[in-house]
């Protein structure tokens, strides 16, 4: 206090203002290096975890669309007799180019699952060979139709077929469940840093507020 009487009027108001600046400052940068968290996470959740269950669950949608297609295509070579024979011939034809539509937008979509900084690579590498299995099987299942063999087709239809679109989607589940509870994690700790933030902003600006009062009243008792 001593000291603070003996300096210039000029000084003092110098001083207090750059005092408070620099705890204004402070303050500020605190504030800014929690928001780049909170962002990094955001964008981490959003770049991440929701583009593995984005595209995981449109791989889903593929496997769906593909078996219906192989249902589709049973029912057509069942049905074969029943029409004529190009009419059958350009159903049939119809409803595989549908089925592979699927099975290519699939294969697409894997690999677009692959790019993407998944928590294990074991279940991405069961989807794609399974893909590569069930892109084999559909080879076979349409010869057989072709030559006219259509119960081994359906054998082969609900048998291997199925079990394997089976294991396919329970390793996308696998991945969708892990990304899913990384992503809740990451929104918790997230909302954790958001309290601390709010806290540690309310603390800040106390002490900022009860240092600038000390320093005026300081100041007055100094010009007296």
Partial sequence: MKLLKNLRIGTKIVSSFITVIILVAIMLTVTQLSMNRISEDMETFY???FQIVDVSQTVMTDLQGYAKGISRVALAAENAEQREAADAAAYLET????????????????????????????EVATVNE?????TA??????????????DDGLKLANGDIEQNAVKMR??????????QTRAENKHDSTMTLVRQQRTMVLILTIFVAVMTAVLCLALTRGIR
């Fill in 47 to 49: 770049n991440e975890e």
């Fill in 170 to 179: 329970t390793a996308l589940n696998t991945i969708i469940d892990r990304a």
């Fill in 130 to 134: 399974m893909y590569q299995t069930l």
């Fill in 137 to 150: 099987q559909t080879t076979q299942l349409l010869s057989l139709y072709s030559d006219g063999q259509v």
């Fill in 95 to 122: 409803r595989t180019s549908e089925m592979n539509g699927y099975l290519d937008s699939m294969g697409k979509d894997i690999e677009d699952l692959k790019k993407l900084p998944l928590q294990s690579q074991d």
